[in-house]
């Protein structure tokens, strides 16, 4: 860009000297160029690329299947809640390798520290850090696959966004990445279960081709006690038994099988979600679906819904003994225009077969050149089974950052009471520690 300055003075300035040389008088400034350059902005702002979930309970996730350990950083947690982390080890527990023969025989304690955030037993309200170090790594097993593409995994895909990866486990595209989930999702169900009576179940509800009846569940009152009585974790033992055995089958042959999880959440608090585009199933839908193996989400009626009419799809209010509003049916799975109502949510969400199999396939290696694969490695003959806390730790994590939303933006001032409710009903039981 050029620009021209006259010799006219501005405003308040002083005139050349007459002393000053006639060289430089003889300079015209009408015809001097001066190049300005436009101002650019040399501030950058990145964004981690996706490993950060949440806006106000907010959980970034590190580490790699055969690192030195993975883990988690939870930002928003409100502070003085009791945690410890025995809390977090339940769900850890039902989360790691090893637990029966239906799962991976990789030995994992998962065994969790938390090293920042909590302060004599409780939250302080700081970055709550959570580390599980690996102590079963077997590197060797994944010779091959450091220049053979295993089919149907990330191994392919990360040599084509990165052009390099982690070959030992699949580094981050490995499940064992989802500990980082499963901790701070224990922290998000302890948060729900005490502020407003929220629970958050998923079970087994299909393996292959055995395929749990609809209505064989009770969602009002199906417990975690029933959920975890058996290895597949399906409440319904005749159907356990039946997907037990459809996944000894392939296991024994060095195949795999898929299944569907079914998630509920029981007393959510009405009023969670936005509209357009952050309605509460779209959150869900994203949070599931960033699980690993997951290909389907069926939300309410789900895709049975497409069958039937208005008439008979619509869910009918009525008054409860209580004077609240309800619906006699629940087709909506608990969200009508994007916002929870109050009622069960309920959700469905489809997990493929592990794409690791012991089995010979047709596959490329890093030079292009076709071979033959037999993966080795440990891996689960089907993920369903331990895949059920890692949907209700992603539906938890969803349902408490909603909360937060909710609570600052239409619980700051008081509430209309003729159509709004607290959003805790049982908050004077929120068990805080006294401090």
Request: charged share 20%; aromatic share 6%; proline share 6%.
């Amino acid at each position: 860009m050029a620009s021209s300055i006259t010799s006219k003075p501005f405003l308040g300035a002083t005139t050349l000297n007459s002393s000053v040389s006639s060289d430089v008088r003889r300079l015209s400034f009408s015809s001097l160029p001066i190049s300005v350059k436009p101002k650019t902005n040399t501030k950058f702002q990145i964004q981690a690329a996706g490993s950060t979930f949440g806006n106000y309970f907010r959980v970034t996730t590190f580490g790699e299947s055969h690192g030195g350990g993975v883990g988690c950083i939870v930002d928003g947690c409100p502070p003085r809640i009791p945690l410890s982390e025995a809390d977090l080890q339940v769900d850890l527990d039902r989360r790691r390798p090893g637990q029966s023969r239906i799962t991976t025989p990789r030995k994992e304690t998962d065994t969790c520290r938390i090293y920042s955030g909590v302060s004599e037993g409780v939250t302080t309200g700081t970055p709550i850090h959570v580390f599980v170090p690996n102590t079963d790594q077997r590197g060797h097993d994944y010779k091959e696959m450091s220049i053979a593409y295993r089919p149907s995994h990330a191994d392919a895909t990360y040599d084509m966004k990165y052009g390099v990866r982690v070959v030992q486990g699949g580094g981050r595209s490995s499940a064992r990445e989802t500990i980082g989930r499963v901790a701070p999702g224990a922290i998000a169900k302890k948060i729900l279960k005490q502020f407003s009576g929220t629970e958050v179940l998923a079970y087994v509800s299909q393996v292959h081709e055995v395929v749990l009846p609809d209505g064989s569940v009770d969602h009002d009152t199906v417990t975690l006690d029933q959920i975890e009585s058996n290895i597949v974790r399906c409440p319904n033992p005749e159907y356990a038994e039946k997907m037990i055995a459809a996944i000894d089958a392939v296991r024994t042959g060095g195949d795999s099988i898929g299944g569907v999880v079914t998630c509920i959440v029981r007393n959510a608090p009405r009023g969670l979600g936005s509209p357009v585009f952050d309605k509460l199933e779209a959150e869900l839908a994203k949070a599931v679906m960033s699980l690993p193996a997951t290909k389907g989400f069926e939300f309410g009626s789900g895709f049975a819904g497409t069958f039937l009419t208005g008439s008979q799809h619509n869910d009918e209010f009525f008054t409860d003994e209580h004077g609240r509003i309800r619906t006699r049916t629940n087709r909506s799975g608990g969200i009508q225009g994007g916002i929870s109502n109050g009622e069960i949510i309920n959700m469905r969400v489809a997990f493929k077969p592990t794409a690791t199999i012991g089995r010979k396939q047709h596959t490329v290696t890093r030079e292009k050149k076709e071979i033959e694969l037999i993966a080795r490695g440990r891996h689960d003959p089907c993920v369903v089974p331990r895949a059920v806390p890692m949907v209700e730790a992603m539906v938890a994590l969803v349902l408490v950052d909603q909360l937060l939303a909710q609570y600052a933006q239409c619980n700051l001032f008081p509430i209309n009471p003729e159509l709004q409710e607290p959003l805790s009903l049982n908050f004077p039981n929120f068990e805080l520690a006294n401090i």
